[in-house]
């Protein structure tokens, strides 16, 4: 329980830090591009890691993780106490994300498309960067990632516009929709993974496999896309 818990506030720590982050990465990306500083920042303005907005991003990070429960050691892996909860965790504040965005008169799909174009592109870069790959490799990544990462609108906005009373149904209805979304979310969690060792492979990694952790992300998936979807379904009826 400790480490689901743990790896539930992360997941969602890990989302909303990357709305700073991704702003940082952005503005270095184009101040490389075009030989010029884009805005505010001290220190030189192509790494993005000096930038005040990326070491925001960071502490909330560790805020988070000063938050979470200690992780349990052992189960650092664990499909079930930790990735499972992570994934619920980063879904969750996408679903926060399109709520807000809806209070600000923006389209719940697109809340949640920001969202997740800004945590999978600031992913992307943090994993580019972990691999030693410079700077502009990393920006190509990020921006990648940014692209790959509107397709979480496709399953999540679904589900969170049930919570408005869109959908109800009997209890066959609510198995089918259920394995519906449950594969979309698997879906959509393998060709991000697959998308992301492909960039890998050909920027900044070249023996990482296209099919490296494919199954699992998929796995965590479809069972995070499974309990939202039952979730919102019961809430919405």
């Known amino acids: 329980v400790r480490q689901a818990a743990g790896s539930l506030v992360r997941g969602a720590g890990g989302v909303v830090a990357s709305i700073p982050e991704s702003l940082a990465i952005a503005a270095s990306g184009i101040s490389t591009a075009v030989g010029g500083d884009v805005g505010v920042g001290s220190g030189d303005p192509t790494k993005a890691e000096e930038r005040a907005s990326f070491q925001l991003g960071q502490a909330i990070r560790r805020g988070a993780d000063a938050l979470a429960p200690a992780p349990v050691e052992g ?16 879904a969750g504040a996408f679903m926060v994300g399109g709520v807000a965005g809806k209070m600000l008169k923006v389209p719940q799909w697109l809340g949640i498309a920001g969202l997740g174009s ?47 009373g869109v959908t109800g149904g009997s209890f066959t209805k609510t198995l089918v929709e259920a394995g519906k979304e449950s594969f979309e979310e698997a879906l959509q969690e393998a060709s991000q993974q697959f998308a992301q060792n492909y960039v890998a492979q050909k920027l900044y990694d070249k023996d990482r496999e296209l099919l490296q952790d494919l199954k699992e992300n998929a796995g965590v998936g479809g069972v995070t896309g499974l309990l939202l979807s039952l979730i919102t379904q019961g809430i919405g009826k």
């Open 118 to 164: 800004a945590a999978t592109g600031s992913e992307f870069y943090n994993d580019a960067k972990s691999k030693g790959a410079d700077d502009r490799t990393a920006y190509l990544a990020s921006l990648t990632g940014n692209l790959v990462g509107l397709s979480e609108a496709f399953p999540l906005s679904k589900m969170l516009n049930r919570l408005d």
């Open 75 to 90: 189960l650092e892996g664990s499909f079930l106490a930790t990735k499972v909860p992570a994934g619920l965790g980063s």
